[in-house]
């Protein structure tokens, strides 16, 4: 599962690691999330986008691919500022 704190630009700079990556891209989806006062009480709702804890790599060759599924497969990872 991805870390629902990186964003395209970081999942982007991960994979980079493995090879040459042309695109990438983490699944979202958009939540009303409720913005609640000091005492809990909702005063403001805000539309935003959430990662769904998966997104997408497609990679210039398919060694490169492969080397990165082998590297991280099954593998948890801890999000690191990049």
Do not use: M, W
């Amino acid at each position: 599962s991805i870390p629902k704190e990186l964003n395209d630009k970081d999942l982007y700079t991960i994979l980079s690691q493995y090879g040459r990556v042309k695109s990438a891209k983490i699944k979202t989806e958009g939540i009303v999330k409720e913005i609640k006062d000091k005492d809990g009480d909702v005063i403001d709702k805000q539309y935003v986008y959430e990662s769904k804890g998966y997104g997408f790599a497609l990679y210039y060759n398919h060694e490169d691919a492969d080397k990165c599924v082998e590297n991280l497969n099954g593998i948890p990872y801890e999000y690191k500022s990049i």
